[in-house]
C-alpha cells in the first residue's frame, strides 16, 4: 500500500515538474524578449537624440519605456533603465536633445545587463 501511495506520489511530482517548467520557462522568455526590444529601442533614441532629434529620441524612448515596464522582472538595471528612460521622455518633449540622448544612452547601457 505504501509502495502504492509512493508510486503516485512520484508520478504527480513529475508531471508538475513537466508541465511547470516550460510555462515557467515561457515567462521569462516573455521577459527576455522585452528586455531586448527595450534595449534597441533605448538606442534608437540615442541616435536619434544625437542628431539633434528631440521629438524622434522620445518616440523610441517612449516605446522602450513600454517594452522595459512590459518585462515584470525585478532587477536593479531594469529599474534603473526605466528611470533613465523616464527622464529621456521628459527632457525630449521638452526640446533638450542633448539630454534626452543622455538618458537613453544611460537606460540603453543597464538594460543590455539585465539578466
Do not use: F, Q
Not at 524578449?33 to 521629438?55: F, P, W
Amino acid at each position: 500500500m505504501m509502495r502504492r501511495i509512493c508510486r503516485s506520489a512520484m508520478l504527480v511530482l513529475g508531471l508538475g515538474v513537466l508541465v511547470g517548467a516550460p510555462v515557467l520557462n515561457g515567462l521569462a522568455l516573455a521577459g527576455d524578449k522585452h528586455v531586448a526590444e527595450a534595449v534597441e529601442h533605448a538606442k534608437g533614441a540615442a541616435s536619434h537624440g544625437k542628431e539633434g532629434h528631440a521629438d524622434a529620441c522620445v518616440e523610441h524612448a517612449s516605446e522602450a519605456l513600454k517594452h522595459a515596464t512590459a518585462a515584470g522582472m525585478k532587477n536593479p538595471h531594469l529599474m534603473e533603465g526605466i528611470k533613465h528612460l523616464t527622464e529621456a521622455v521628459k527632457h525630449g518633449k521638452a526640446g533638450h536633445a542633448d539630454a534626452c540622448t543622455e538618458h537613453a544612452d544611460g537606460a540603453a547601457t543597464h538594460l543590455a545587463e539585465v539578466k
